[in-house]
């Protein structure tokens, strides 16, 4: 299994979002530690089999976020398969689950799949709507949701996801107190080094994504930012 524990910084990449070579040469040259391809609208086999093509021309390692069962492609290193704890639509825990597997089971390298317990934490965001997401209320039910992902469910990972905006540190501050021995990711609205920064001190990994694709330059100050580096 890629060892994800060892991640600090990932970029994650929209298959539905265009980027042009030269930006994705500086994406996984920059000293991420992962790519993390995914999207919740407009992802396909087709363009998730190109994005994957052309990362993998570098080392980086590239990881797919499954979001649709018509855009599963063979070839990556390792496959993020999400829970979603505070889906509203309860077809969205475990319908999927069952259908992916149903499907591809006999295919599946069990080594290469991780599952997370995905925290929707932005009710704006595309995949709160897809989902019908119940609202965060407070900190006290962010920590209790991660204690399901970890305690009752036994996940490896709970990722908090602010889809666009930036988060609140308390919150995942509560995320990070419940998960105990889990991994953390944190990934939303992160704009800026001295973000990334701050959800780094708290958050195991920092997932950054919507800045590529508007200033390119901002997201590769991520990376230093997250590890420390001037």
């Not at 994005?51 to 390792?78: N, T």
């Not at 979603?84 to 969205?92: E, F, H, Q, R, T």
Request: aromatic content about 10%.
């Amino acid at each position: 299994m890629i060892d994800y524990r060892s991640w600090r910084h990932t970029f994650k990449l929209d298959p539905d979002k265009t980027i042009d070579d030269d930006s994705l040469e500086l994406i996984c040259e920059s000293g991420t530690d992962a790519i993390i391809v995914g999207g919740t609208y407009g992802v396909t086999f087709d363009n998730t089999l190109e994005l994957m093509s052309r990362i993998r021309r570098y080392a980086v390692p590239a990881v797919l976020e499954i979001s649709s069962l018509d855009a599963v492609v063979p070839g990556f290193d390792s496959y993020l398969i999400p829970l979603v704890l505070n889906a509203g639509d309860p077809n969205w825990m475990f319908a999927p689950h069952v259908s992916g597997l149903k499907t591809y089971g006999a295919y599946i390298h069990w080594d290469e799949i991780i599952t997370e317990g995905y925290l929707i934490a932005n009710p704006q965001a595309g995949v709160a709507e897809l989902t019908s997401a119940l609202p965060i209320t407070d900190a006290a039910e962010a920590k209790a949701y991660a204690q399901v992902a970890t305690k009752i469910c036994r996940l490896p990972i709970v990722y908090l996801e602010y889809s666009g905006t930036y988060g609140d540190p308390s919150i995942v501050k509560a995320c990070k107190a419940g998960a105990d021995e889990a991994h953390v990711f944190y990934g939303g609205g992160i704009r800026t080094p001295q973000q990334a920064a701050e959800m780094a001190a708290i958050a195991d990994t920092v997932v950054v994504g919507n800045v590529i694709y508007d200033d390119l330059q901002a997201a590769l100050a991520t990376v230093g930012a997250v590890k420390g580096e001037k």
